[in-house]
Structures are given as C-alpha cells and as structure tokens.
C-alpha cells in the first residue's frame, strides 16, 4: 500500500503517521522530543523516529514510503529544506530534508513551517471546508497564523508571513520577547491569559483552562480576564482581515478549547469592530492535534505531485501547497520569544514515547 510518512516535531513531543494516498492515517505514533538532551540529539531522535516509521510500512505495508514530510517550530526555509532556528529546540541551520532524504534511504522529503503545516491541513480537510481565502490562528503559548489563498499557504518573500501575534494592538501593552510592547501574543495566547488569571485568582498554579472554567461558573475576576484577552484577539483579527479578506477565520489551539465560551464574545466583539470590511465565519479548528501530522503528509503527496508522480497514487485534493520563500534572513534578525512556540505539542501529561495504530 502506498504510503508518505508525516512527521510532527514539537518541543515536548513529536506525533508522526504513515499517510495513505487517499490521506488516511495508516499508522499513528507519539514519542518525546527530547530536548533537554541538546539539539544535536533532537535531530538523531527526529531521524531515527522516520526510520522506524519506514521499517514499519516496509514491515506491514510491504513497501517502503514513497516520500515524507516534516512539520518544526521556528525559522524554515522550504526552498531549501533547512530548519534555520528554533528557540524551543535549540537548533540553527539543520539541513533537514538532507538528513532525512539519506535516513530514508533517498526518498524525497518535503519540510514546513509547524503553524502553516497545520493551517493546510485545516483548509484542505478540516474547518476551511476547501475555502478560497482563509486565515487560521491557533492560540497556545504564542500565536501565528497561516494564510490560505486557493489551496496553497503564503509564507512571503522571507518566510514571515502570517506572525499576526506580532501586530501591535496596545502600544502601551506589556513587552513581548520580539522587541515591541503590546504585542497581541502578550495578551490574547494561552499563555497570556494564563499569567493574568493566575495574578487574578491568586493562584499561580491557575491556567487558562481553569480561567474558562471560572467565566462559565460567572465569576466577575475571570471575566474581566477572559473579555479583556477577547478585546486584543478581536482587535488583532480585525487587523488581518483588513488587510488580507479571508472567507473562513478558523481559530485553534488550546484556547479554542472553551469553545463557545471564546467565540460566542469572539465574534461579537469581531463584528462589532469592523466597518467597511467584510465579516468573515468565524469557525473552531476540526482537525485537533492531528493538523500538523496531515499536514506533513500532505506536504509529502504534493511533492510526489510536483514532480509528477501518477495522479491515482496522490490524495485527490493535493496541489502545491506553500508559495516559498526566496530567501531566508539571518537567524539573528529574530528574538527566539518572537515564535509561536510549539502550539501542536501535546499536553505533558500525555503518554508520550506511546505508539498506536489506527
């Protein structure tokens, strides 16, 4: 059975799969990142993770995956294959594709950026439902964004694009790791809502979760929490769709977790922003942890596509899929909080290092 091998890398966990052409998950599996053990052997774990996933399609699929896509935090330049920075995992300039490509015994292998990687699959399988023109946003330790515009994601001229946690939306706000004050990250992610409830609520063990848990309970404090971190997300949301129209604004990561406790006030506060511009949907992310694993195989089938590999052995849906970037700036141009810091690891507690099938 033919297959692609898609490899989510995290800087807690790392969730992988062998993908089928019809872009089922064959086989899924978790294991610990690892890096308390330095960067060097985060790599050695992420290859030798695709190894095993290769000897196990070869094992019970009888043939070898025919490419593999791979999804990291921080800087990637696509066009090149390289993990250029990652603050979470400590790594500069890994020339990914390379290593994985002679691992895996020289099949091809596609690389992405962890947020876009996951904002393709969302709008080819999941929330996006195929649209146009989407933006996704998922709220965990930072924020990002991955931009959808016909069935491709957009990571501009250097691989940028989308940083929306990064739009000033209270200048005279908190620092943020980038450089600026007020930054949307600072008060509107997880993490953000996090510190303000635990100052709040006088426990510094209290996170957003419980903050949820409170505002659906009616207490004042975590409201006042809750609405002022939805007054920066709506303030934020209005600035992209400004300047980049999307049809479907999909919204994930572990806030979206509240579900109508952020977006019944989400959308009001959206709507009741906006003026000339057009009001998009605004709808919770479908696909959960498993966005960044379809992702990368997607990734993988649309360089089989790319380089002409027969149609009927491909996901019906695969096109390229990220309008590269030309060039990549230098590691240093970028504060190592400056990234959305790794919003598809799985939660600590989970079973890491734990394989299941599907």
């Keep these: 059975m033919r297959h692609v091998i898609a490899l989510d890398v995290g800087g807690t966990g790392m969730k992988a799969a062998l993908v089928g052409a019809d872009g089922a998950l064959l086989y899924q599996a978790r294991r610990a990142t690892g890096r308390e053990r330095g960067p060097e052997a985060v790599v050695e774990t992420v290859l030798g993770f695709a190894a095993d996933l290769r000897a196990y399609g070869i094992e019970h699929f009888g043939e070898s995956a025919v490419a593999a896509g791979v999804a990291v935090p921080g800087i990637v330049d696509a066009e090149r294959g390289i993990a250029v920075y990652s603050a979470n995992l400590g790594w500069r300039d890994v020339p990914m594709r390379d290593l994985l490509g002679a ?32 933006l996704f946003v998922p709220l965990g330790t930072g924020i990002a964004g991955a931009i959808g515009i016909a069935g491709t994601i957009e990571a501009g001229a250097h691989g940028y694009a989308g940083e929306i946690g990064h739009v000033v939306v209270r200048p005279d706000g908190p620092d943020c790791g980038c450089g600026q004050r007020g930054c949307l990250e600072t008060l509107a992610s997880a993490a953000a809502v996090t510190r303000a409830w635990a100052a709040a609520s006088g426990d510094p063990e209290a996170d957003a979760a419980d903050c949820a848990k409170a505002v659906e309970s009616g207490d004042p404090a975590a409201v006042r929490v809750w609405l002022d971190a939805v007054d920066a997300l709506a303030a934020g949301l209005v600035t992209a769709l400004t300047l980049l129209d999307p049809r479907t604004l999909i919204i994930g990561g572990g806030l979206a977790e509240a579900g109508e406790t952020l977006f019944t006030p989400l959308r009001a506060a959206v709507e009741k922003r906006v003026t000339f511009q057009k009001l998009p949907e605004i709808v919770p992310a479908a696909l959960g942890d498993t966005a960044g694993c379809l992702g990368a195989g997607l990734l993988a089938w649309d360089l089989l596509a790319a380089a002409g590999f027969p149609a009927d052995a491909r996901p019906a849906d695969a096109r390229p899929t990220e309008t590269r970037p030309a060039e990549t700036r230098p590691a240093e141009a970028r504060p190592a909080e400056a990234r959305p810091a790794d919003d598809n690891d799985p939660p600590a507690d989970d079973p890491l290092a734990t394989e299941v099938s599907a």
């Design 103 to 134: 691992r895996l015994g020289g099949v091809p292998v596609a690389l992405g950026h962890d947020v876009r990687t996951g904002g393709l699959a969302e709008g080819r399988l999941g929330a996006g439902g195929g649209a146009d023109r989407f």
